[in-house]
């Protein structure tokens, strides 16, 4: 079975500080996965993603993330935060049945 | 991109009456659409997977009698809450999968948020 874990629900960094947002994946297989962000009361927008080409992704607003096979993990960073970063961001794999599966979510805040 | 929208985007109704969602997908077609509900502060749960032309597969633990699923068209599904209440009180997300891309994309719609008094 696939599953995504969010090992932060929350963390807060300081604008022009670095971002790490941390996931791990649990998969018998190589899985697609990725990373998506909300902000409040909107639907998801996709940061990025994996299908099993390049290990280090980029995505858009200068995040990008690294799949690590060997630590099983799939973890978002960008080098500066921005105020406008702030949202709750969701990791989310994808198997051999075409669904997605989300992680429990991680809750940006980014302090002035 | 490809887009998927959502009506109404905020809706509160009363308790026991009906309320019906939309979902679109307005520059592809989508075979597959899914429905997900999600708590303040919490993650997207899976509620069901609605194929066109056929039954809606719910996930377990979700009532198939009350919410309702029809995904009529290659471009339409739509999410009925049959006998709203309270604790039907979320913010409701739809996913259009654009079966013709490679990768299988899924894309998603900006969510209802529906109200039960």
């Known amino acids: 079975a696939q599953s995504v874990t969010q090992l932060d629900s929350h963390v807060s960094v300081s604008e022009g500080t670095p971002v790490l947002l941390r996931c791990n994946y649990s998969?018998?297989?190589?899985?697609?996965l990725f990373w998506y962000v909300q902000h409040p009361n909107k639907g998801l927008q996709l940061l990025l993603k994996?299908?099993?080409?390049?290990?280090l992704v980029k995505g858009i607003n200068g995040f990008e993330a690294e799949f690590k096979k060997s630590e099983t993990s799939f973890h978002l960073t960008k080098p500066s935060a921005h105020m406008s970063d702030a949202a709750e961001y969701f990791c989310?794999?994808?198997?051999?049945?075409?669904?997605?599966?989300f992680g429990s979510g991680t809750q940006l805040t980014v302090l002035p | 991109g490809a887009v998927v929208s959502q009506h109404p985007s905020w809706v509160i109704c009363k308790s026991g009456t009906s309320v019906k969602i939309e979902c679109r997908s307005l520059?592809?077609?989508?075979?597959?659409m899914f429905w997900y509900r999600q708590f303040p502060k919490q993650s997207l749960m899976l509620m069901a997977t609605?194929?066109?032309?056929?039954?809606?597969?719910?996930e377990q633990g979700v009532e198939k009698d009350k919410f309702l699923i029809n995904h009529a068209s290659l471009t339409l599904s739509t999410l009925t809450v049959t006998s709203a209440h309270p604790e039907d009180s979320s913010f409701y997300i739809c996913?259009?999968?654009?079966?013709?891309?490679?990768?299988?994309?899924?894309?998603f719609g900006p969510g209802t948020r529906l109200t039960v008094t």
């Open positions: 520059d592809f077609q989508a075979t597959t």
């Open positions: 996913s259009a999968r654009d079966d013709s891309s490679l990768g299988y994309e899924q894309y």
């Open positions: 989310a794999g994808r198997g051999s049945a075409r669904q997605l599966t």
């Open positions: 998969s018998s297989y190589s899985p697609s």
């Open positions: 994996y299908t099993s080409a390049a290990t």
């Open positions: 609605s194929n066109e032309g056929s039954k809606a597969t719910y």
